[in-house]
């Protein structure tokens, strides 16, 4: 499995975790998604967006794609916020709802645009071998 697919599996993944929590929001759940998708972001930041800030014809792509992931920590952020410490009901179902369709819109664009930049930008001779620097980040971020 290449690093592009190994993503949008990923991302696939995430996409059913935050539907799980309209049906359940329970606290493992919550916890297993900030874990999850901190890890995905930092890693795929490190694997993918590091090396392609250095391109000229994907920087700004790739800024565009850093601040919608700073703004999905925050929308995360304030999700977990609101699950464990106040508990409003209405505000988790808004922060629920904004987080996800922050991520849709992302992972779309991520996978219409990035992705193909990214397979024309980094001489990827081995795809395998960024699929185990990935994986080998979201286990680091994990522990």
Do not use: C, N
């Amino acid at each position: 499995m290449d690093i592009f697919e190994r993503l949008h599996g990923e991302h696939e993944e995430v996409m059913a975790v935050l539907d799980a929590l309209w049906q359940r929001p329970d606290d493992e759940a919550v916890l297993a998604l900030r874990r999850r998708l901190t890890a995905h972001l930092a890693a795929e930041e490190w694997i993918l967006y590091q090396p392609m800030r250095k391109d000229e014809g994907t920087s700004a792509a790739i800024e565009l794609a850093l601040a919608a992931h700073r703004e999905a920590r925050g929308r995360l952020s304030d999700l977990f916020m609101t699950h464990f410490v106040t508990r409003d009901e209405r505000h988790w179902s808004e922060a629920l709802a904004g987080l996800r369709t922050l991520l849709e819109r992302h992972t779309h664009e991520e996978e219409e645009q990035i992705f193909p930049l990214a397979r024309r930008v980094l001489a990827i001779d081995d795809s395998e071998l960024l699929t185990r620097r990935y994986d080998e980040m979201l286990r680091e971020e994990a522990a």
